[in-house]
């Protein structure tokens, strides 16, 4: 395998965009990958995961998306992650293998949800099936138990899992369990895998998330802060993005509702998402955008 370039920064969830019927929309990703450097300073994208609607994509339209990302991506992205978890391991595997032949930086997995793996040994076996499809691409388990439901322990996975996935890099942890996520990294004392922590609220350590579409700029900040040291601007930074993620969770805050924000945030049109979803409404825009607004941050943004 050639050496890796390591996954540094903020990681932004990517949004597909869409037309106002429904289809997808690649001719504003050129756009999107602009914004996303010049404006927010994010240089990786996760593509066609929970916030993308990967599961509710066609196979072909996730072969779109990909293609279109790694294309606009180029000499402008650091990483381009492509989700190609299905509940299919054939379609998994066909997805793998399209990623690697377009150069993508990364795949990423989640556990299959409707026949779930009841222990590790079943994860992993579905996991290598997949990533061995893609034997010189760098291998993510995308763990999201409240959405698939499936609880396997990371900190029990990590045990030999090298050995049955070579390009085995590490996990985008979406879940909230902070014990299993500390047993983790106490077990990477060699940092030899990435945990990708993946719930927006809890910002600490390595950052991936939705709100990185339009916060990143700030959430940087918040970690230059951190850097220097400057606690108290950090904490500033943390409280002011907490407050708004605080006021829209309580208005009902998922898909629908970051293509809103990222839409009247960017100016880029993120469209509508695809059923069973619904668009968010005209109360939650009006309210989300003054909310946004109403913020002083530190830097006088």
Request: charged share 20%; proline share 5%.
């Amino acid at each position: 395998m050639t050496p890796r370039q390591k996954l540094q920064g903020l990681v932004a969830a990517a949004i597909t965009p869409m037309t106002p019927d429904g289809q997808i929309n690649l001719s504003v990703i050129r756009q999107y990958v602009d914004y996303l450097v010049s404006e927010q300073n994010v240089k990786n994208v996760f593509v066609n995961g929970t916030t993308g609607e990967g599961l509710s994509l066609s196979i072909q339209e996730r072969k779109q998306l990909a293609e279109e990302w790694v294309h606009q991506g180029k000499d402008k992205l650091d990483h381009v992650i492509i989700h190609v978890g299905a509940l299919s391991l054939p379609e998994s595997q066909e997805l793998a293998r399209h990623a690697a032949a377009i150069g993508a930086s990364a795949i990423a997995v989640i556990a299959p949800f409707f026949f779930k793996p009841t222990n590790k040994d079943e994860l992993i076996a579905f996991l290598q099936k997949v990533a061995s499809e893609a034997p010189k691409v760098s291998f993510y388990y995308y763990h999201i138990p409240p959405l698939t439901g499936v609880k396997i322990r990371v900190e029990e996975l990590l045990d030999g899992i090298k050995e049955r996935i070579p390009t085995f890099q590490g996990v985008k942890f979406s879940d909230t369990d902070l014990l299993d996520l500390a047993q983790c990294i106490k077990k990477n004392e060699r940092e030899q895998f990435e945990f990708l922590y993946g719930v927006d609220e809890f910002c600490f350590g390595f950052f991936f998330g939705s709100t990185y579409n339009y916060l990143g700029r700030k959430t940087n900040l918040m970690l230059q802060a951190f850097a220097k040291p400057d606690l108290a601007l950090a904490r500033k930074y943390q409280f002011l993005t907490g407050e708004f993620l605080n006021f829209v969770i309580k208005l009902g805050f998922g898909v629908a509702q970051t293509k809103a924000v990222m839409t009247f945030v960017s100016g880029i049109p993120m469209g509508p998402p695809r059923l069973p979803l619904v668009d968010a409404s005209e109360d939650f825009i009006v309210k989300a955008k003054a909310k946004l607004d109403s913020i002083v941050w530190p830097d006088g943004n």
